[in-house]
Structure formats: structure tokens, C-alpha cells
């Protein structure tokens, strides 16, 4: 008989059903259980040291999400080379907007995707032992990191002649400041912004520039590092 001839149980070979023949339950079932563990552990972490302004749950519990996803995205690419190539071609394309303002949360999200391939590839120690060393390193120096919260002043007053006045006032009730922005917006009236370092986080600089003439009004904001001109 020819080789090339087509038999009637070729016709129904599935390479989807040999896919699931060379599928590992057990394997697959120990490192996704081993990747949430994991991101448990990050999750932790991450709240432990979070030293940003405003904490983010959402963003927490991706990093959880995360872990297992790349854990199973490596499960099933491992197992074809075709799919990996597809699966490359596919996420090069795709766009991430969401904004990191925060370089210890960059480092957060790539731990997490390096645990999720760890675990994937079935690197379980080597995850375990990795993941546990990072965060005993990020715990020992984020606990001894003192962060020093800067803020934003926003004053707003009509009387030029007034801004040297004001300079004088910040110079002597905080730390340092530097002048951020400076514009008119109507009617003469003057708004300056300034970033400010608070001596034990001393409020009451608003309040006594809120009192000086022509001040319209004195704010002070929470203030990240990123400034938008």
C-alpha cells in the first residue's frame, strides 16, 4: 500500500486530542497552586511595604492574577513551539495604558511575571527560594527607607509685590520648597505652585498665609514626585 495513501483513521486524528493526551494534570494543577502562593506572598509584600500615597487593592491582587496567568501562559506554550511564536506575535501587539508612576510597583509587576515563569516551566524550588529572598531584601530596605512626603502649595492672590512676601513665610516655616509654576489667570489674579518639604508635617503654613492681604486662597495637596506642568 502507498504511503501517501489517506486512511480512514487519518481523517479523524485531532493534534487537539494529542495535546490533551501529553497534558499533565497533576503538573499543571502543582504550578498554578504553587503560582497563587506566590502572588499571595508578593501580595503581602507589597502591602507591608507600600509606601506610596494612595495603596491600591486592585492593583495588589493583579499582582496575584498575574503570577498564575504567566504561569499558565508558560504551561501551554511549552508544549508547542508554533504556539509560542503565536503567542509572542500576539502580545507585541497589544498596548498597556495604565500608568506606573511608581518604580517599586514596575519591580512588583516584573516579579511577578518572573515567579508566574518559573513556576510554568516547573522551576518550582528555584521560584520558592527566589521569591523568598526578594522579599526579605525589600522588607529589610523598605523598612529603613524614610520617606519624606513633599507637597504642592497652591496660593492664589492679586497683589504681585505680595510673592516675595509669601517666599518669605515658606522659607521660614518648612524644610526647603522649590517654585513648581507661576501664571496669571484672570482679573490679575496670581496662582504659584510650589513644592514644599513640611517640618513634622506642619499644616498650618495654609493658615497663616490664607491670613496675609490679598491671599485668595492657600492649598496644600498630597504630592507624588510627577508633575505635570
Not at 506610596?52 to 493583579?62: A, E, K
Amino acid at each position: 500500500m502507498d504511503s501517501n495513501t489517506t486512511n480512514f483513521s487519518d481523517i479523524f486524528k485531532s493534534s487537539f486530542l494529542e495535546n490533551t493526551s501529553s497534558f499533565s494534570i497533576v503538573d499543571s494543577l502543582l504550578g498554578l497552586g504553587l503560582s497563587f502562593l506566590i502572588g499571595l506572598f508578593i501580595y503581602m509584600i507589597y502591602k507591608k511595604t507600600f509606601k506610596g500615597v494612595i495603596y491600591s487593592h486592585s492593583f495588589n491582587i493583579s499582582l496575584v492574577i498575574m503570577t498564575m496567568a504567566t504561569a499558565l501562559v508558560i504551561m501551554g506554550i511549552s508544549q508547542n513551539v508554533l504556539l509560542s511564536l503565536g503567542m509572542v506575535g500576539a502580545l507585541s501587539i497589544v498596548r498597556f495604558r495604565t500608568p506606573i508612576k511608581d518604580p517599586m510597583d514596575l519591580v512588583f509587576l516584573f516579579w511577578s511575571v518572573i515567579a508566574g515563569i518559573l513556576c510554568g516551566a516547573g522551576f518550582l524550588l528555584l521560584a520558592i527560594v527566589g521569591t523568598i529572598v526578594i522579599g526579605i531584601v525589600i522588607v529589610l530596605f523598605g523598612n529603613k527607607i524614610k520617606v519624606e512626603n513633599p507637597y504642592l502649595l497652591v496660593v492664589k492672590y492679586n497683589n504681585d509685590r505680595l510673592g516675595n512676601q509669601i517666599e518669605s513665610l515658606i522659607n521660614e516655616k518648612t524644610k526647603r520648597f522649590s517654585l513648581k509654576s507661576k501664571s496669571i489667570i484672570q482679573h490679575d489674579e496670581i496662582e504659584v505652585t510650589y513644592e514644599i518639604r513640611v517640618k513634622e508635617n506642619d499644616s498650618a503654613i495654609t493658615s497663616e498665609i490664607s491670613t496675609m492681604d490679598c491671599v485668595n486662597s492657600a492649598v496644600m495637596l498630597s504630592y507624588d514626585g510627577n508633575f505635570t506642568a
